[in-house]
Nanobody
């Protein structure tokens, strides 16, 4: 079993920045890919970004160029640096684990392929 805990959410003005953290339990963290998803009220869950075990990254179209995903395996942590935030970024952000063997964003953007999920952290961007 893997437990994931997100943190770093909060209230920020449009144009500001936040850094989210996803801390994982277990001793095999470095072998997993980790993805970030977000869900706003009344909307479907949306793929944000993913990072594979060797460092390859994938981004959803709505955040490309503004968000950066990274990982520190010594700390069992994945980060999501969010810059130039917009009100449309307001959502609950969750991290999740997936096997790292897929080679296309079409797989990493599928929520059904992720095994373990965190509870989420709220991000609110005001205008």
């Amino acid at each position: 079993q893997v437990q994931l805990v997100e943190s770093g959410g909060g209230l920020v003005q449009a144009g500001g920045s936040l850094r989210l953290s996803c801390v994982a339990s277990g001793r095999t963290f470095s072998t997993y890919a980790v993805g970030w998803f977000r869900q706003a009220p009344g909307k479907e869950r949306e793929f944000v970004a993913a990072i594979r075990s060797e460092g390859s990254t994938y981004y959803g179209d709505s955040v490309k160029g503004r968000f950066t995903i990274s990982r520190d395996n010594t700390k069992n942590t994945v980060y999501l640096q969010m810059n130039s935030l917009k009100p449309g970024d307001t959502a609950v952000y969750c991290c999740a684990t997936i096997v790292s063997t897929y080679t296309s964003i079409s797989y990493y953007s599928r929520r059904d392929l992720y095994r373990y999920w965190g509870q989420g952290t709220q991000v609110t961007v005001s205008s």
